[in-house]
């Protein structure tokens, strides 16, 4: 006969066991890091900042001042300082688009078009750095004068500071697409889906800037509805309308604007916002250049 204390433990005890070691274990193992706490270490380069070379081109068919960047080859358009109405209240917006408010600006320089794969390929040859992620295989596939994509945040912002600009505001984006009105689409309230780029009409790859004029801004920005998403300054946490880049919540998300050419014609509205997580690159998820003039010097 065994001894008592040779006996097996009765069968309610292994959960209690169980639990105990799972306890001990969540104490001690560390907490992992909140996404978006680290850069990536490929594509990310730190680059030293560049100072824009802006050279006027006059003024373009809606009347407003473009200016092109000698350093990445940018086209960008004046847009004037005032108020404009941001959001919307209607009801197929989301929660994150509310409410409609006045919004006052200073005047910005925005790109006409999202930054293409010649102009980022312009920028790796410069640094000597490489895109992460499948950005090269895209740019075969659509062509130079397509928009770069499968970017993180950071290698956009990145491509900027070298090319001495910056990433849009939330705000300044907004204005440029939609103008001083609410437009629920840079060419007006009413969707008409051959004006934009989308899953409906894009053949499966983003788009060469530019070709559908018929759906330029009121001041001539192209690309805004469709094509790619955009990413923009801020950070989701904060306002849509604070245009301070500092700062981010727990989620540390980005905010991605214009809608896709793998989305359907629901994303093309003005007042859209898409929070992103700001290394994670896509083939859908391109950028634009701004810049506040003052910072640059005007030939």
């Known amino acids: 006969m065994q001894a008592d204390t040779d006996r097996d433990l009765p069968n309610w005890a292994f959960p209690l066991l169980l639990a105990f070691v799972t306890l001990v274990w969540l104490t001690l193992s560390p907490l992992p890091e909140p996404?978006?706490?680290?850069?990536?270490?490929?594509?990310?380069?730190?680059?030293?900042?560049?100072?824009?070379?802006?050279?006027?081109?006059?003024?373009?068919?809606?009347?407003?001042?473009?200016?092109?960047?000698?350093?990445?080859?940018?086209?960008?358009?004046?847009?004037?300082?005032?108020?404009?109405?941001?959001?919307?209240?209607?009801?197929?917006?989301?929660?994150?688009?509310?409410?409609?408010?006045?919004?006052?600006?200073?005047?910005?320089?925005?790109?006409?078009?999202?930054?293409?794969?010649?102009?980022?390929?312009?920028?790796?040859?410069?640094?000597?750095?490489a895109p992460s992620g499948k950005s090269r295989d895209w740019a075969a596939r659509s062509g130079p004068r397509a928009p770069a994509v499968h970017l993180t945040w950071q290698e956009a912002h990145a491509y900027c500071r070298w090319a001495g600009l910056r990433l849009p505001t939330e705000p300044e984006w907004e204005k440029a697409a939609r103008g001083p009105q609410a437009r629920r689409y840079p060419w007006g309230d009413t969707l008409d889906p051959d004006r934009a780029w989308h899953e409906g009409n894009s053949q499966g790859r983003p788009r060469e800037v530019g070709l559908l004029d018929q759906g330029a801004s009121p001041f001539g920005c192209l690309d805004m509805a469709g094509n790619v998403w955009e990413w923009c300054l801020g950070?989701?946490?904060?306002?849509?309308?604070?245009?301070?880049?500092?700062?981010?919540?727990?989620?540390?998300?980005?905010?991605?604007?214009?809608?896709?050419?793998?989305?359907?014609?629901?994303?093309?509205?003005?007042?859209?916002?898409?929070?992103?997580?700001?290394?994670?690159?896509?083939?859908?998820?391109?950028?634009?250049?701004?810049?506040t003039p003052p910072a640059a010097g005007l030939r």
Request: charged share 25%.
């Open 235 to 291: 950070w989701e946490e904060r306002a849509a309308d604070e245009s301070a880049e500092g700062g981010h919540g727990s989620r540390a998300r980005r905010v991605a604007r214009g809608g896709s050419w793998n989305n359907g014609p629901w994303s093309l509205r003005t007042s859209l916002r898409l929070p992103v997580d700001p290394e994670l690159p896509h083939a859908s998820l391109g950028f634009r250049v701004a810049l």
């Open 35 to 129: 996404t978006g706490s680290k850069p990536r270490p490929e594509g990310s380069p730190e680059v030293a900042a560049g100072t824009a070379d802006l050279v006027s081109l006059g003024r373009n068919a809606f009347g407003y001042e473009e200016l092109r960047n000698q350093v990445d080859g940018s086209i960008l358009i004046r847009v004037p300082a005032g108020p404009f109405a941001m959001g919307s209240d209607e009801e197929e917006a989301f929660p994150n688009e509310a409410p409609l408010r006045q919004v006052d600006l200073e005047q910005y320089l925005i790109g006409k078009t999202p930054v293409t794969n010649e102009q980022f390929d312009r920028f790796c040859q410069a640094t000597r750095s």
